[in-house]
């Protein structure tokens, strides 16, 4: 039956291929007529088609998968046409066997499988022979060759049935790995740092820190940099000589004055009803608590959102206003009038009126009118700043003639200078070269520049005096380390020597039942791992940044695989190795039968549908 119904299943999806196919896809007389296969496998062909639908469908996966649609050439980057071309080389080589062993589908139960193909039964669900013929000629086939694919269909299940018939992953193997999944841990750990330790971290003399500096060089290096020249302006290096004088500012203020002034609102929701009745029956049975706002909503079949109408002033809502405004947050008033009939009202928050004088607008209102003016200036400039990088001036040149700053710059990746911070001048200082001529460019914020590449230097060690903060932070870094491991050396002695966890005068933590698979917060993964390597009874200390943790393992259990837990990982894992096994032994077999196989591939075929997948 489990055949019967892949079967069943093998010989929709081939039909609809080949419908979708047919009717707006790729055919045969794409190629000029003449092209039918990609290739063959001991005499049987690979139809162009067939290719160019498995491509597709791989396509159409990875689609699925990643949310976005790459290119054939991006797919073919990673082996896709030559991944697709082995598995149908891989069908064919299994067809052919399966013909050498004599299996194939009776007349009578390929007809069988035909009639109940929905896609070829009339409106009655009889048999449609007229459909038939026309899905089979749309498709670029003929009725043979269609009996034909779905007979090699039929077979090649039949064969792949028979090799993985009966095959089943030994309980065992399932039931160990349950078992090391299932397996828990009590353990008990402290946490021991800097404030454990019985004497400070000592002050490094110089002769320490030159000497961590001369064994440690590699941490202390200045990146490869490119020596760059430039000369730039932004709308906020001329604030200070741009003027806005008074009437200007009145007049944006009077111009955003709803901005700038706004009157007390309400959040608001209104529910219209048909009638004034109709209204002050829902608002009676709200008031008794025989019905909420919410439920009133819905009754009419809408949504809370249906009914919201945000933050509304008095004034917008005509007759209702005065008495919406006049109610608390939380409150259902009305029945009000309203322009779409009787409505109750819901106030869901109060919004106080908000004013900004003058003054108090006046210095955002400048700053804000002194950049476009600036920007303003700036693109003004750009025509003379090009003119003079035209004619041959330098950037020095420039910046004497212009607004224009001249400046230099060691670039690298992690520059935090001013002009690093913008992308535009990333990407050039990254793209030019020696010997290119300064162009002017565009900042995001209305700027402008343009710079020289100088030269390059290579990553170097940075010298002592500048390093010199560094070394001293990684020097204690490193002691500290040393100190914290010596300490936990002697508090594992102790413990080892008898002494309880909880006598070491260190806040102790304590998990129960914990997996392999349980995650803890603020420790490091590999408190976990070693406590699964640990014996119970054992004192581990581990290492984390900063700190050591002093582990001591309580119990293990193993796991108990009539838990309902470990029931269904136990199920789920030999299922999936179930899966594997057969599929390894499918490959396995399939690639045995392709090594023996007459493989003929058509390039020139491969070629023309490739041309067409572009």
């Known amino acids: ?82 991944q697709v071309l082995s598995r149908l080389v891989s069908q064919r080589a299994l067809d052919g066997e399966a013909e050498r062993l004599g299996l194939s589908m009776g007349d009578e139960n390929l007809r069988d499988q035909i009639v109940t193909i929905p896609a070829f039964q009339s409106l009655d669900g009889s048999f449609d022979r007229e459909a038939y013929r026309f899905a089979l000629q749309n498709s670029g086939m003929s009725e043979v060759d ?87 302006v932004a709308p906020s290096m001329l604030l200070d000589t741009v003027e806005v004088d008074e009437e200007s500012l009145k007049a944006a203020y009077d111009d955003r ?55 509304v002033t008095q004034s917008s809502l005509g007759d209702a206003g005065e008495g919406v405004f006049a109610a608390n947050s939380g409150d259902v008033v009305g029945p009000f009038t309203s322009d779409l009939g009787p409505a109750l009202f819901r106030v869901n928050a109060v919004l106080a009126a908000r004013s900004t004088s003058f003054e108090d607008a006046k210095s955002d209102l400048r700053d804000e009118i002194a950049i476009d003016r600036a920007r303003r200036v700036i693109d003004a400039e750009i025509n003379t700043v090009d003119d003079l990088l035209a004619g041959g001036a330098t950037l020095e040149e420039v910046a004497a003639e212009t607004d224009l700053v001249l400046a230099t710059i060691n670039y690298h990746t992690g520059s935090d200078e001013d002009i690093a911070g913008y992308a535009d001048f990333r ?52 002691q500290l380390q040393v100190a914290l491991a010596t300490k936990s050396d002697a508090l594992v002695k102790e413990m080892e020597a008898g002494a309880d966890i909880i006598t070491l005068g260190l806040v102790v933590a304590q998990e129960q039942d914990l997996t392999r698979s349980d995650f803890l917060p603020d420790v490091p993964r590999s408190l976990l791992e070693t406590v699964f390597e640990m014996d119970q009874g054992d004192i581990r200390a581990i290492e984390d940044q900063g700190r050591y943790l002093i582990v001591e393992l309580d119990a293990v259990a193993q796991a108990d695989l009539s838990n309902a837990e470990n029931t269904s990982i136990q199920n789920v894992i030999s299922q999936q190795v179930g899966q594997s096994l057969t599929q390894d032994i499918l490959n396995a077999y399939a690639t045995h039968i392709g090594a023996n196989a007459d493989i003929e591939i058509d390039q020139h075929a491969l070629a023309a549908v490739h041309a067409q997948l572009h």
Request: hydrophobic share 40%.
């Open 1 to 82: 039956m489990a055949v019967q119904n892949s079967f069943t299943k093998t010989l929709v999806w081939v039909l609809m291929g080949m419908l979708i196919l047919g009717l707006g896809g790729f055919g045969i007389t794409n190629l000029g007529g003449s092209v039918q296969s990609v290739g063959k496998v001991d005499g049987k062909a690979i139809g162009v088609n067939d290719y160019y639908r498995a491509v597709e469908q791989e396509l159409n996966a990875i689609q699925a998968q990643t949310g976005q649609r790459i290119t054939f050439a991006q797919a073919q980057q990673f082996g896709l046409s030559q």
């Open 146 to 232: 269609f009996e034909n694919s779905l007979r090699e269909d039929a077979a090649r299940t039949l064969l792949q049935s028979a090799i993985v018939g009966g095959i089943e992953m030994p309980d065992a193997y399932a039931t160990v790995l349950a078992q090391f999944l299932g397996e828990t841990r009590n353990f008990s750990y402290v946490s021991v740092s800097e404030a454990n330790l019985d004497a400070a971290v000592p002050v490094p003399s110089d002769t320490d820190l030159r000497s961590f500096y001369d064994a440690n060089t590699d941490q202390f290096m200045q990146p490869a940099t490119r020596d760059i020249t430039y000369a730039w």
């Open 257 to 311: 004055d709803a901005e700038f002034n706004q009157p007390e609102r309400r959040l608001v929701e209104r529910l219209v009803f048909g009638t004034e009745e109709e209204a002050k029956e829902a608002q009676r049975a709200i008031e008794i608590g025989n019905a909420t706002f919410e439920e009133q909503v819905e009754a009419r079949g809408l949504d809370l959102a249906d009914v919201d109408m945000g933050d």
């Open 427 to 478: 990407t050039a200082a990254l793209a030019a070269q020696e010997g290119d001529f300064p162009e002017v460019a565009s900042l995001d914020d209305g700027g402008i520049f343009a710079l020289r590449l100088d030269g390059t230097s290579e990553a170097a060690p940075l010298p002592f005096d500048e390093a010199r903060d560094a070394v001293e932070t990684a020097w204690r870094a490193e």
